[in-house]
């Protein structure tokens, strides 16, 4: 995500400047800038550049526990989540509302937003078409 740039005399690029002050805490995010300095992984858990520290071992297990938490859940709603997140990010809050509620409602139409409920009140696990 970020360069070492500084280092070699040169400035960060890649959109580290713009990205790192939006995903983490001001101060965190100067700090990695401008330090340019290694860290260690406990210290990237601590700054939210992380979730959790897996050992290399139980990584792939992992991953994959993870993709299935996600996958639990309706397609179509997943994919408008992170759209939702990604082309709100770099926009004012009210067309990143704008751009959430437009997805969301196309979501709300669909056949999985039917199922999800009714898969609730039948008690059974929800049987996603992606439609």
């Known amino acids: 995500m970020w360069d070492l740039a500084q280092r070699g005399g040169r400035a960060s690029s890649g959109g580290t400047t ?10 965190a995010a100067m700090e990695i800038l401008l330090t340019a300095e290694a860290f260690p992984a406990p210290r ?9 520290i897996v050992p290399r071992e139980k990584l792939l297990e992992r991953a994959f526990e993870w993709a299935e ?10 994919q408008a989540t ?19 509620a437009e997805l969301s409602s196309t979501v709300f139409q669909s056949e999985d ?19």
């Not at 990237?44 to 959790?52: D, F, P």
């Not at 938490?69 to 997943?78: D, E, Q, Y």
């Not at 039917?114 to 992606?130: D, L, N, S, V």
Request: charged share 30%; aromatic share 6%.
């Open 18 to 27: 713009v990205r790192l002050p939006r995903q983490l805490a001001f101060p």
């Open 82 to 100: 992170k759209e939702s997140v990604l082309r709100g990010l770099g926009v004012p809050i009210e067309e990143a509302y704008r751009i959430e």
């Open 69 to 78: 938490r996600i996958t639990v859940n309706g397609p179509l709603a997943v």
């Open 113 to 131: 937003a039917k199922e999800g409920p009714r898969a609730f009140a039948e008690k059974r696990p929800p049987r996603w078409t992606g439609r």
């Open 44 to 52: 990237a858990l601590e700054v939210g550049l992380l979730n959790e």
